[in-house]
């Protein structure tokens, strides 16, 4: 829907006119490369998409926040003096945990309405929630400040913590900072190579010069609440905790280098737990060749490290999956294929590729075609720009 029609329905549902309407976009995002590294203090390698999560808001004169959703009937009114009551809503959650956290920093927000229109595909693995995080935070900042007479611009990092904090804990799910980030900080044509420890970063262009990003949906919707990520990330610490025994200056598995990890190895009996952090500290090494090899404009090398990151995404952390690894197998059998790999947190979702683009439509042929005879349903496929993080659309 384009902005003037989402103001008309806006109007439809909360009555009055489309003169005093904000605009408010935020994306989700793909991640290149470096899967499960960030809530272990590795590297990620992420860009935003131009499928956002958009919201057109007006303020209110009390302390109520109205919700609606343009694919959704259900409408949702809660107060900003009771937002704990809300937790176990199964849509408006994420917004309103995004509304308490922001109070809880201290943040003077205000009562609004706000119609979301999301077209970041829900479940997929592309950080739909990230995005309804962002643009729910740059949103109620925005308005809030301006009811008070705030004048300063609006942290976009400070957005993204948020977000995740909101994410962790008003609705339970114990995600790193990656998808907020990418959401909050993406520019157009390039991606962002992130320290997760830290925060520090470095935007990167993407030179894709004749080559295309292909996201695969295996249409095999997953939840990150109800799947192995809690898991994942318990062995994770678990593994950590025994090479700490050791290496006692390390907070992180982001902190330790595969070489360091070979020599210690044999610490960690648990074979389950060792695969997992075997994964995360090739992946971290893998990030800081692909970010070389894109300086290089390697594309080449790019996509072969993709490839590798699949297998231990595969074989090692076990997140992948039948349908996953259908797309990934049939799409390299693409001519002109440069990589491809599972992208999110696994179990479904969306993989990603990089191919030429004058190989686009065959792969989404062939691919789509060998998927729906192994799978039994259809796949999805979206041709992908690169675009901007959060912000008002004036």
Request: hydrophobic share 40%.
């Amino acid at each position: 829907m384009e902005i003037k029609a989402l103001k008309k329905k806006f109007v439809e549902i909360y009555g009055g006119t489309e003169a005093d309407l904000r605009v408010f976009a935020s994306p989700g995002r793909v991640n290149l490369i470096g899967e499960h590294t960030d809530y272990n203090g590795g590297f990620v390698f992420p860009a935003a998409l131009t499928m956002t999560s958009t919201v057109i808001a007006r303020p209110r004169k009390d302390r109520q926040i109205g919700l609606a959703a343009t694919d959704l009937d259900c409408r949702i009114k809660a107060s900003l003096d009771e937002l704990e009551k809300y937790k176990s809503l199964k849509w408006g959650n994420y917004q309103l945990g995004v509304a308490d956290e922001l109070q809880k920093a201290g943040y003077p927000i205000v009562g609004c309405d706000m119609l979301f229109h999301d077209t970041v595909p829900l479940g997929s693995g592309l950080s739909s929630s990230a995005a309804i995080e962002v643009v729910t935070a740059l949103t109620l900042v925005t308005l809030g400040n301006e009811a008070k007479g705030l004048t300063q611009e609006v942290n976009m990092i400070d957005m993204a913590l948020i977000g995740q904090r909101a994410e962790n804990r008003y609705v339970g799910v114990n995600c790193g900072i990656m998808d907020q980030f990418a959401s909050a900080m993406g520019k157009k044509n390039h991606a962002i190579f992130l320290d997760c420890k830290d925060l520090s970063y470095q935007l990167i262009p993407l030179n894709l010069n004749g080559y295309k990003i292909v996201i695969m949906n295996t249409n095999k919707k997953r939840s990150l609440a109800d799947s192995k990520y809690n898991e994942r990330r318990e062995e994770c610490e678990k593994g950590l905790g025994i090479l700490k025994k050791v290496l006692p200056d390390v907070s992180w598995l982001g902190e330790i280098s595969y070489a360091a990890f070979k020599q210690h190895e044999h610490l960690i009996e648990d074979e389950v737990v060792k695969k997992r952090v075997e994964h995360v500290i090739s992946e971290d090494d893998r990030v800081l060749r692909s970010v070389e090899a894109l300086k290089n404009d390697d594309i080449h090398a790019f996509g072969r490290l993709m490839i590798a990151s699949h297998h231990s995404l595969r074989d090692l952390y076990e997140v992948s999956g039948k349908e996953l690894d259908t797309l990934v197998e049939e799409a390299l059998k693409i001519d002109g294929i440069v990589g491809a790999r599972m992208t999110g947190a696994g179990f479904g979702g969306c993989a990603v590729s990089i191919v030429k683009a004058e190989a686009v439509e065959a792969l989404i042929a062939q691919v789509g075609q060998n998927y729906l005879k192994r799978i039994g349903y259809e796949a999805s496929f979206y041709v992908s720009e690169i675009g901007d993080g959060g912000k008002e659309i004036k």
